[in-house]
């Protein structure tokens, strides 16, 4: 292994760092309700085609940590107290790889009853899992493996788009935008951001050059799998797809910023350890 | 290319665990993906990947709590708003008289050569016309929690919008779907 890919002695650091941002994610959830003991046993759901949707729904587990309030505070506080034991001991498998499990567990309990394969949590729900590596060397390859897993997300999102075909559909941005942002528009016709939007739908070409150059910010990705040298041009394309989501699709993936991590180099994160 | 061979190779020397399930996630993921199935968790690959057609309208779902509109304007509360809101859009499509529980086509084939009862397996994987019938409840139960306000009475509407050559929605229909 070439010493930029050995990442064992920011092993603690890294481990520290995503744990804490995954604990702050979480807090925010519990401050807006939607931990499972929060959820007041939902009536409807969604499974689709998702194997691990069913899997998991026939299995009980969300019925049973959403539906007796004693179960849900149990696996909440189990979540939370596991998530911060992988933060004050980050080499203990027991703790980090328990996390890692709750928090997957949670992720597709939560998309199970919100009708809807929701994308936030999609960096969370795998990147934890490195934690639960057994050596540092080891550490070392599954950490690497999830900076692949970031290009993943969105280079296979752009291949989706050009063999489905929404590349090639020039008006897929303003389409996209009336139909995000036609209930905010309709509620809050008089604010300056209905004001903005209502004038780009109306100057339609400018919605839809952004909508293809989110497309090629997707894109980007794929050169993550050829290259480590344009890495911080792939954190840029994160942050840049973070915000035109934000604010042209009313939809706050910040939580999937966490990909920007398995993104960072050995020597930003020596950089963090001499800070911390 | 030479990274991911050597990245691949060296993962397969060291790890066969994790290159296996590396393999198996991204064969499954990808076979299924091409059909526009979603049968792996987070990402929904067909979402905005399909050619959007332009709509004349747009049907949302309106809740009134103790005759006050409940909504949020600020994409940063996606958090609070988003229990409710994702789940009243499917609300909407299954509380439509025309709506039939999702047809499983190629899964109903497999049970069948398996020899499972999928008819048996249809409302474990669909929620019962009971359920959805309990939803205007649980919503006014949950919001009630969410806000810490004990609400009264709610009212879900289905409300069609249209797009004038202003560029602004205007209402085009309102209609009330259910009252708890």
């Known amino acids: ?276 | 290319m030479n990274g991911r061979k050597n990245f691949l190779a060296e993962l397969r020397q060291k790890n066969k665990l994790l290159f296996s399930a590396i393999i198996i996630y991204l064969s499954i993921n990808f076979a299924t993906s091409i059909w526009g199935w979603q049968t792996t968790p987070f990402y929904i690959w067909a979402m905005y990947s399909i050619p959007l057609r332009p709509q004349q309208q747009y049907e949302l779902a309106e809740v009134y709590c103790d005759g006050q509109l409940h909504t949020d304007p600020h994409t940063y509360n996606d958090y609070k708003r988003m229990m409710a809101d994702y789940s009243l859009r499917h609300y909407l499509v299954l509380a439509d008289s025309s709506h039939h529980i999702q047809d499983y086509h190629s899964f109903k084939k497999l049970f069948a050569l398996a020899g499972g009862d999928f008819n048996r397996l249809i409302y474990r994987i669909n929620p019962t016309p009971a359920a959805i019938n309990r939803y205007p409840a649980w919503l006014k139960s949950y919001l009630s929690q969410q806000t810490g306000k004990q609400i009264g009475s709610l009212q879900i509407y289905k409300v069609t919008l249209q797009y004038g050559s202003d560029g602004r929605p205007f209402l085009a229909d309102k209609k009330l779907l259910a009252a708890e």
């Open chain 1, 1 to 276: 292994m070439s010493t930029e890919n050995d990442f064992s002695a920011s092993r603690l650091i890294i481990t520290r760092t995503v744990v804490l941002s995954s604990l702050l994610f979480l807090l925010w959830r519990l401050f807006s309700g939607i931990l499972p003991h929060q959820l007041a046993a939902p009536a409807i759901y969604k499974l689709d085609y998702d194997f691990s949707l069913w899997t998991l729904k026939l299995a009980g587990i969300p019925d049973l940590i959403t539906g007796n309030i004693t179960a849900g505070i149990i696996f909440s506080v189990s979540l939370f107290l596991c998530g911060g034991l992988s933060f004050l001991f980050p080499r203990r498998r027991l703790w980090t790889l328990s996390y890692a499990i709750l928090y997957l567990l949670y992720a597709i309990t939560f998309n199970i009853y919100i009708c809807h394969g929701t994308s936030y949590q999609a960096g969370f729900a795998v990147i934890l899992f490195a934690f639960a590596a057994g050596t540092d060397e080891d550490f070392s390859l599954w950490w690497r493996t999830m900076r692949y897993y970031a290009c993943f997300i969105y280079g296979t999102c752009f291949l989706w788009k050009i063999i489905h075909g929404a590349i090639w559909d020039w008006d897929h941005g303003l389409d996209c935008m009336k139909l995000n942002l036609a209930e905010y528009l309709f509620h809050y016709p008089h604010t300056t951001m209905s004001n903005i939007y209502v004038w780009l739908i109306r100057h339609p070409v400018l919605v839809n050059i952004g909508d293809k150059l989110v497309f090629l910010a997707e894109g980007a990705f794929l050169l993550g799998f050829f290259t480590k040298k344009l890495d911080w041009l792939l954190i840029v394309c994160a942050v840049f797809i973070f915000l035109s989501v934000y604010l042209f699709a009313d939809v706050f993936f910040l939580e999937l910023l966490v990909i920007i991590f398995p993104l960072l180099s050995k020597r930003n994160w020596q950089r963090v350890q001499r800070q911390a």
